[in-house]
C-alpha cells in the first residue's frame, strides 16, 4: 500500500498549525505530508507505524516526524468501541522553512537544523524531554503572536539537546542521504545507497572513499559506531520493508530484490533487526491499514 499524499490545511493568521485531537480515527491511515509533525500522546496507547519502524506507543510518548516520511498511528481495540476511555493528542505541524529561508542558517540555529534533518527518519524523544516538549506543546494550543514561534523553537532546542532521542525509520526505507559535512561519508553513502542490490566488495567502496581497505574499515566504524556489512544490510533489510508494505512481491521475490542472493539469510537478518519475520511484519501492518 502506498502511503497517501495529506495536506496539512493552513491557518489564515498562523505560520504553521497546532491542535489537539480528542478521537481515536484521526489521520488514521498509512499517510505522509510535506510538513513536520512533533506530536504528544498525553492519552491514549497502541501501535506507531514510521516508515518501516513498528512499535507500541503510550500516554507520555513525543515522537518528531520529518516531511515525506509515511507514518500511522493505531489505536487499541479499546479505544476504538463505543464507551472507550479518553484519548488526548497535541500535535503541531510546520514547514521546515516556514521561518524563511536563511534563518536555520544561522550558526545559532546549527542544533535546529540538525535535529530536522535527523527528524527525516523519524525522532522517539525520550526521557525528560518528553515532558519538557509536552509543556510546550500545551502553551503552544493558546498562545498567539511571536511567542507561538518562540515556544517552538524551544520545544526544537530541548530535542536538539536530548541525549535519549531515538531514530525510528532505518536508512534504508527511504534512501536518502544524510546531512553531513563530511565529504568522504557523504560519498561513502551515495554510493552504497545507489548499489546495494547487489554485492559491494571492500575494495570498492575503499576507492570511492579514497583510502586503503584496512583504513576503510577503521574510518567507517569510527564514524557510524557499525561496521559497513552491518550497514548494508540495515539498509537492505530498511527496503525490503518499503517493498512489503507498497508492493506486491512474494516474500522470496523481494528478498532479491534487496540485494540479499540467500532466503535463509535475510530471513535471520530480517527478524534480527525488525524482531519479526518478513510475513508477520507484513501482516501486522496490513492489518491496520
Known amino acids: 500500500m502506498r ?31 510535506h510538513e513536520v509533525e512533533l506530536i504528544h500522546f498525553n492519552k491514549g496507547e497502541g501501535t506507531q507505524f514510521i516508515g518501516d519502524s513498528i512499535r507500541p506507543f503510550e500516554p507520555g510518548a513525543v515522537v518528531l516526524i520529518g516531511p515525506g516520511l509515511p507514518h500511522y498511528w493505531r489505536f487499541n481495540g479499546e479505544y476504538r468501541q463505543e464507551e472507550a476511555p479518553p484519548v488526548d493528542v497535541r500535535v503541531c505541524h510546520f514547514r521546515p522553512d516556514f521561518w524563511g529561508e536563511q534563518y536555520l ?13 535527523k527528524a527525516k527518519r523519524g525522532l522517539q524523544i525520550n526521557g525528560k524531554t518528553r515532558e519538557v516538549v509536552a509543556a510546550f506543546l500545551e502553551l503552544l494550543l493558546t498562545t498567539e503572536g511571536p511567542h507561538r514561534i518562540v515556544l517552538l523553537t524551544e520545544a526544537l532546542t530541548a530535542i536538539a539537546e536530548c541525549r535519549e532521542s531515538a531514530p ?12 553531513s559535512d563530511n565529504d568522504r561519508i557523504n560519498a561513502i553513502y551515495d554510493y552504497s545507497l545507489k548499489n546495494f542490490k547487489r554485492p559491494i566488495q571492500l575494495e570498492e567502496i575503499a576507492a ?12 567507517f566504524k569510527s564514524k557510524t559506531k557499525k561496521t559497513f556489512s552491518q550497514f548494508l544490510i540495515e539498509v537492505r533489510v530498511g527496503y525490503a520493508c518499503k517493498l512489503l508494505i507498497e ?43
Not at 495529506?6 to 499517510?31: M, Y
Not at 542558517?105 to 537544523?113: D, F, H, S, T, V
Not at 525510528?168 to 546531512?179: A, Y
Not at 540467500?262 to 535471520?268: D, P, V, Y
Request: proline fraction near 6%; aromatic fraction near 14%; charged fraction near 15%.
Open 3 to 33: 502511503p497517501q499524499l495529506l495536506q496539512i490545511s493552513k491557518e489564515v493568521h498562523h505560520s504553521f498549525s497546532v491542535r489537539q485531537d480528542t478521537a481515536p480515527w484521526f489521520n488514521s491511515r498509512w499517510h505522509y505530508h
Open 208 to 219: 570511492v572513499a579514497n583510502i586503503s581497505p584496512n583504513s576503510f574499515c577503521r574510518y
Open 247 to 289: 508492493n506486491n512481491l512474494s516474500i522470496k521475490q523481494l528478498c532479491y530484490e534487496s540485494g540479499f542472493n540467500n532466503f535463509t539469510s535475510f530471513h535471520k537478518y530480517f527478524k534480527m533487526i525488525t524482531g519479526k519475520s518478513p510475513l508477520n511484519y507484513q501482516k501486522e501492518f496490513m492489518k491496520s491499514a
Open 168 to 179: 525510528l525509520s532505518s536508512i534504508g526505507f527511504q534512501p536518502e542521504v544524510p546531512s
Open 105 to 117: 542558517q544561522l550558526p545559532e540555529n546549527i542544533r535546529i537544523k540538525t535535529v530536522l534533518e
